[in-house]
């Protein structure tokens, strides 16, 4: 395993799913952690998003596992919240040396009736809040000549869907970001690299709104109801991954060895990754 002691790693959306893993594998492997997510829900989010008892469970277990730890409760689409938070970072720790865009939300509606408010919420937390991470601490890293910058777009940002406009433009979006964000940094030590995973068993895809919408034809669709619908999406028969797959990930591009990778887009999609550009 990689070795962070000493490194301070900031993760997006870390109250629970994929940023909660991403944290405590930091944790575990040294690192001291900035964390932050918005825990609240939204009115065009058709499941619940975090709470703050999540983001204090991670807290509580990033602590245990050895790490100091700044948190907070925030959108990631306000920019100067997340300039606050940065600068309350670079006052406890001295600096931050890794960021995990982790954040984001998922929302479906056909384009001829998806309200703006719900295409602004995906667009917002998505994208905007993805630009507003690097942004912030892209000039501390270039103090420093260091930095590891992990984006996290999908499956659906190398395709296209039904129903998913508002989401497929906003990590299509972060694939743009993230290449021309590594060409931007590329002088100063910074790499920049995208993940874009496929099914991923957190609360995002296993809550009823979703199930209720994969399988139309059954009044409470259970997991074993939408496993096969899920499955159809990866080459591998496999309906979802855990995230445990995708934090492997994260933790390679954030390594020393990783130097010299940087604007590069990996695909974590059993195998779906065949079937797109
Ligand atoms: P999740 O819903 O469990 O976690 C997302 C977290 O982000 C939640 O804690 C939520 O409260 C937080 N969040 C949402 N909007 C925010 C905002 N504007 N500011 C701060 N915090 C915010 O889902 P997850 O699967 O862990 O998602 C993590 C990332 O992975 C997301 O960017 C998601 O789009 C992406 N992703 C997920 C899947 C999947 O199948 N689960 C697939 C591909 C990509």
């Not at 982790?102 to 998505?126: K, R």
């Not at 940094?185 to 690299?193: H, P, R, S």
């Not at 080459?235 to 130097?259: G, H, N, S, Y």
């Amino acid at each position: 395993m990689s070795n962070f002691e000493g490194k301070v790693a900031f993760v997006t959306g870390a109250a629970r799913g994929q940023g909660r893993s991403h944290a405590l594998a930091f944790a575990e492997a040294g690192a001291d952690l900035v964390l932050c997510d918005r825990c609240e829900d939204s009115p065009v989010v058709r499941y619940p998003l975090a709470t703050e008892d999540d983001l204090a469970e991670t807290v509580r277990l990033a602590e245990a596992a050895g790490a100091k730890v700044v948190s907070e409760k925030l959108d990631t689409a306000d920019r100067a919240a997340m300039d606050r938070l940065v600068a309350r970072a670079h006052d406890e720790f001295g600096r931050i040396d890794i960021a995990v865009a982790n954040a984001g939300v998922s929302t479906a509606a056909p384009v001829q009736s998806m309200p703006q408010a719900m295409w602004d919420e995906t667009i917002s937390s998505n994208l905007t809040g993805v630009f507003n991470t690097i942004a912030a601490v892209s000039p501390g890293m270039i103090d420093r000549g260091y930095g590891r910058i992990v984006t996290i777009s999908s499956m659906l940002g190398r395709a296209g869907n039904t129903n998913m406009v508002a989401y497929g433009a906003s990590k299509w979006g972060v694939i743009g970001l993230t290449k021309s964000a590594a060409l931007d940094l590329a002088q100063n030590g910074i790499t920049v690299n995208a993940i874009a995973p496929g099914n991923i068993s957190t609360p995002m895809i296993h809550n009823d709104a979703l199930y209720g919408m994969l399988r139309p034809d059954l009044e409470n669709p259970t997991a074993d109801d939408v496993a096969p619908v899920f499955a159809s999406l990866h080459a591998q028969p496999v309906p979802w991954l855990e995230p445990a797959e995708i934090t492997r990930a994260v933790l390679f591009f954030c390594d020393e060895a990783a130097a010299h990778i940087s604007g590069t887009v990996l695909p974590i999609d059993a195998g779906n990754a065949a079937r797109v550009t």
